[in-house]
């Protein structure tokens, strides 16, 4: 196996030599990506609600490195206008960002509107227009009111009704100034992180249940914002609405036929979960086959996966008008023998079938990001090919670093990497890339991860009451890339 690898990498490892030298195609937009809880701060000011992380933060501080919260993150909420003269500098053609559900509805629900907290976003997306930027804006980015997550958050229908109500309130105030709309933030990483490892808000371990019942409100809950957006708004404001979806590329750990075959199933059960209903209608079937049957023999009365109706099959079916991808790097899948012997207490990986590595070459400085751009291409072809030659557009990709230093070379490095593999998937392999999109613009409240690892453009220092805001050299190095539209010296 270690022999595969270094077949594998080497090709990669020549630096410039093997970089693209073609020219960004007309129209591609370059961008960089934040969320409201991450950059925000002002968690209770001006009638902004409680929320999901605000919770968990101040409730659960061990589970955050060194005990941190985003009560005042970037400050972004008093800074918002020197973040976006940071952005007409840096020269982008999109910036995404998230509205806070709490902040515009205080409980979560349309009987409570926050005057404030409109106003907010309002003076945020008329400036960005003025500047030439396009927004690009999430409805929800994990910041769940707090109200709906004690009444069963992602595992309960009924978020799917309160999101809807939410998104139509969104796009009657913003929609004005938004071309570009995204329903929900990587739903696999809340499903899994949220409701099966525990890792991320709220922090449940309902293994081999939670997380199908999220992926099942998720997709729901998508379809019915982008009704809503198509029925009531579309043909007065001419936008445009998808749903951002994570993975990393799942590489076949070997050539053998069952590591191939696995490698498929985890590219269906993580990716597939959520796309598959969405783009080309219900569960992939290898979902629907592996968790029933794995159900029956645990003995369940029905299969641990919600099963659509016909009807909501046709209703969830075709709403996106184009695919929104978040990748950080690549796993190696191997297969697991007869997981059907292994019969106990419902599990995720085993109805899977599954496990995962990666290759300790790969460079990385988190555990999360790996730096394997002949990956990411492999991601973008099969996205397209899978999923019916949709418009890709990567809403996020980017290096993590602990130390936020501004010589971030290595950010540089996977960055280049990265939008050269792009290019050959978009040149060689026919793929219909339209945008990239960097995480992040600055250092920012990584989640659980608290401010221990950095991926923004831009450093923020958070010892100063001030915030400030320092560029990095990552940050000069995008902005030539994005006026020259081109990787090397010169191209083609
Ligand atoms: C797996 O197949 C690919 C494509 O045919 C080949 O390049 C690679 O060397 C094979 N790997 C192994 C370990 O046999
Ligand atoms: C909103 O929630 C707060 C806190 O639970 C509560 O005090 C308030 O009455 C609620 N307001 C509305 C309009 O539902
Ligand atoms: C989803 O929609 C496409 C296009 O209308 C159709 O070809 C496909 O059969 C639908 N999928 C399902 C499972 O109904
Ligand atoms: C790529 O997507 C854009 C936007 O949807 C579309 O206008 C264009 O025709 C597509 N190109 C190809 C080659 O499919
Ligand atoms: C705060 O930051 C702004 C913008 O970076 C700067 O102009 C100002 O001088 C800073 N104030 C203090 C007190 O450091
Ligand atoms: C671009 O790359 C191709 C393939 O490596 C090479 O043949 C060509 O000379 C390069 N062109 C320029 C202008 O560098």
Redesign the pocket.
Known sequence: MFKFIVFLFIPCVFGDATLSNRTFPDGFSFGTATAAYQIEGAWNEDGKGEQLWDWYTHTYPDKIDLGYNGDVACDSYHKWQEDIQILKDLGVQHYRLSISWSRILPNGTVNNINQKGIDYYINVLKTLKENNIEPMVTLYHWDLPIILHQMGGWTNPITAEYFAEYSRIAFKYFGEYVKTWITLNEPQSTCWGGYDSGSKAPGYTLAGLGLYECAYVHVLAHAKAYHIYDNEFRAQQKGRISIVIDSPWAEAASNSSEDVEAAQTEREFVLGLYANPIY???WPQVVIDNVATRSELEGFAQSRLPQFTQEQ??YI??TADFFGLNTYGTNLISHLNKPNENIGVPNYGLDKGTSSSVDPSWPSDVPWVHQVPWGFRKLLKYVYEQYNHPEIIVTENGWADKTGTLTDIDRQSYITQYLSALLDAYYEDGVNVTGYTVWSLLDNFEWTNGYTQKLGLVQVDFEDANRTRTPKDSYYWFQNVIKTKCLVEECL
Do not use: E
Request: zero cysteines; glycine letters at 28%; a negative charge.
């Open positions: 080309l209608g219900n099959i046709d079916n075709g």
